[in-house]
């Protein structure tokens, strides 16, 4: 496998993300009525996913790490 490899382009939810943000500004329905909180969504979520399922795997190893 080469090291050297580069990933190249933009994500499914960078895409997504700008779409949501140009319809917000120029207030095309139904986005227009979004809170800027879910018109953002796309760009904050995956973080949100990849800290949540590392914080349920560092539960899972706290647990079984210590019940004895």
């Excluded at 933009?10 to 120029?26: A, H, M, R, W």
């Excluded at 590392?54 to 004895?68: A, E, N, P, R």
């Amino acid at each position: 496998m080469n090291s050297n490899m580069k990933n190249e382009g933009i994500g499914c939810f960078t895409v997504v993300g700008i779409v949501f943000l140009i319809l917000k500004l120029l207030a095309i329905e139904p986005v227009a009525h979004w809170s800027w909180l879910w018109v953002l969504c796309p760009f904050w979520l995956p973080a949100a996913i990849v800290l949540f399922i590392s914080g349920v795997i560092f539960f899972i190893t706290f647990l079984t790490i210590f019940k004895k």
